[in-house]
């Protein structure tokens, strides 16, 4: 196989592997989802204190009966966009040169990895919202923890894009380049696959989700791209006051040596 064809052959993988993996979880009741949701419970009694039981066919539910880790919340959509966003990232670097077939499961345990860790913090979050009695004039509480989720999820899956950049880039407009992939993968997971397997009969709910999922990575993107140029800003102007120091030393010296 020339690697021309490898390389296709890589890309298609990639792509049923995601494929195959959201349409077991379209289907996949908590007990099928137990490989990911038990490590995501022990990690979040771990951190929270708080104790979880499984019960068949719901999920992990709280012991006081107010918190349920049920199969909405496994996470499954993250890891989907973290396996496709990491994989294609190696696999689109390489079009001119062959690279093994191990990259795809080295991916797919990071993309588990992350996964667990981000839902972990997702569910922390939601508990200490849910103890706390968060509220909001303008949303309700199934809105709120729909708006955390998605935060989470973006922001992480925005920390492991960078956390695997290997050539660092500088400037607004490359950032913005670079920004455009996590978004358009996250997009492709949560709306285009969504409306492949027909979520979107679910008229309502479907678009109310989707408008979320559109608008929120979006701010939170341009909030962190601000970030950036505000760190570059600041680098910027350390560098050019030491420059200036470097070149006043400089002139000094050369005035000194002169008398």
């Not at 099928?32 to 068949?56: A, H, Y």
């Not at 909030?223 to 950036?228: C, G, I, M, N, T």
């Not at 760190?231 to 008398?259: C, L, N």
Request: net charge positive; charged share 15%; proline share 2%.
């Amino acid at each position: 196989m020339n690697s021309k064809a490898k390389w296709s052959a890589q890309i298609c993988v990639v792509g049923l592997c995601a494929l195959a993996l959201k349409a077991h979880y379209s289907i996949a009741s908590p007990d099928q989802l137990r490989w990911i949701l038990s490590p995501t419970t022990w990690l979040v009694e771990l951190l929270s204190g708080r104790s979880f039981s499984f019960e068949s066919h719901a999920g992990y539910m709280s012991s006081d009966h107010c918190f349920l880790i049920a199969a909405s919340c496994a996470g499954v959509n993250f890891m989907i966009a973290s396996f496709l966003m990491l994989s294609l990232r190696v696999v689109l670097a390489s079009r001119s040169q062959s690279i093994s077939w191990r990259f795809l499961p080295l991916t797919a345990v990071a993309a588990y990895t992350s996964t667990i860790v981000a839902n972990t913090v997702r569910i922390c979050i939601a508990l200490e919202m849910q103890k706390a009695a968060v509220h909001s004039e303008l949303l309700d509480g199934g809105e709120l923890h729909r708006l955390e989720g998605i935060v989470v999820y973006f922001a992480f899956l925005l920390m492991l894009f960078f956390a695997t950049e290997q050539k660092r880039t500088r400037g607004l407009a490359a950032r913005l380049r670079q920004f455009s992939f996590p978004l358009g993968i996250y997009y492709i997971t949560t709306l285009l696959l969504p409306v492949m397997n027909g979520a979107y009969r679910r008229r309502v709910s479907f678009w109310e989700h989707s408008l979320f999922v559109m608008l929120v990575p979006v701010v939170l993107g341009v909030l962190v791209l601000a970030f950036y140029a505000a760190v570059e800003y600041v680098k910027e102007q350390h560098q050019t006051r030491a420059k200036t120091k470097v070149r006043s030393g400089r002139e000094q010296a050369i005035q000194s040596t002169s008398q």
